[in-house]
């Protein structure tokens, strides 16, 4: 189905102009469209839901639909009072003409439209510690609007997915297979973050047990909260939405604080291959923080901030093991131009996890602080 065709099923006011791809997701397909009038200008998303991704489609949209409905009355309830010092933003879901939160082509596949967050962009990398400050006051602000959401009204998009045992598990079984085997008998690297990941084993269950314990309570996570998510307004220079919302998940916010903190605070990125390069920058850290915990500090317990340290630590390893176990596998989950490009992803992030480590005591007082 045209393009064109398929966008004209939508409620958008105006005529069509312009449809464009847009954005460098590699997940949903994403076009930018335009509609004029005489008097204005409406730009708007296009995208496809992708299947392999989330096989239940129309799910995501359900969540969406409660999600975006609780966010936008808690936002017009505070721009009211005059809580904030901006104007936060999320995008809005826009009608079929049959009234449905989105359009099946001919193949069956979900295509939605939502409002653009205009006259703001997004980062690949942290800017310096004024953006990482804002990143975290965007990521804060998000966690604060739906922190009073009953977790059961959302399903779970990626069921298993942060759940860092579950993880191990697998990587557990791939240790028992003769690619494994060989892989491991044939490189003196692959045995050393093997031993890492011994060395850590009870990190990979520190938040799971928590919860268990009742010490942590389950709410809702953005589920990718990177810089690349986090709108920043062009005129003001401050965080104003954050965006991709289809990994909203009933789970622990620690999740997004220390992923976010695993991305915005390595520079150097996921693929660098002299380790040397990477450290894990405190400066950056503690200008996130102090953005985040101004906004979220309102609904957070003294056990949250209590494990606020660990999930930044457990991240990356996190990561690093699931890049590593997908090396041991044979490259069969995430995309890779050459053999051993897992291999040294899992490096990196093991790196940045000593990184971490080594800056315990400093990280905690700042984290003590706010």
Known sequence: MELSLLISKFNIKGRLVAIQPFGNGNINDTFLAIYRNTFSETQVILQRVNRNVFPEPEVIMENMHELTKHCH?????????????RVWQMPRIIKAKDSK???????????????????????????????AMECGAALGHFHYLISDMDPKVLKDPLPGFHITSNYLKNYDATLETQTAKELLGASMEAKRLAKFI???????LCLETAEKKGELKKRMFHGDPKVNNIMIDDVTGKGTAMIDLDTVSPGLIHLDFGDALRSICNPAGEEETNLAKVVFDEDLATAFCK?????????MTDADRAYLFDSIR??????????????????????????????????????????????????????ARL
């Not at 011994?198 to 990979?204: K, M, N, Q, S, T």
């Open 198 to 204: 011994e060395e850590r084993r009870d990190l990979a």
């Open 291 to 299: 953005g985040y915990m101004r906004e979220a500090g309102t609904f």
């Open 101 to 131: 939160d989105y359009v099946l082509d001919d193949k069956g596949d979900v295509w939605r439209v939502i409002t653009r967050i205009m006259s703001a962009h997004a980062f690949d990398i942290a800017q310096g510690p004024e953006h």
């Open 73 to 85: 009355e808690k936002l017009e309830s505070d721009a009211e009072k005059g809580r904030d010092d």
């Open 314 to 367: 457990l991240l990356p390893f996190e990561l690093g093991l699931r890049f590593f176990q997908d090396y041991l596998a044979g490259n069969v989950y995430f995309k890779t131009t050459q053999p051993e490009q897992n291999l040294n992803r899992a490096r990196v992030q093991f790196r940045l996890c000593e990184s971490i480590e080594a800056r315990e005591r400093s990280i905690r007082n700042v984290l």
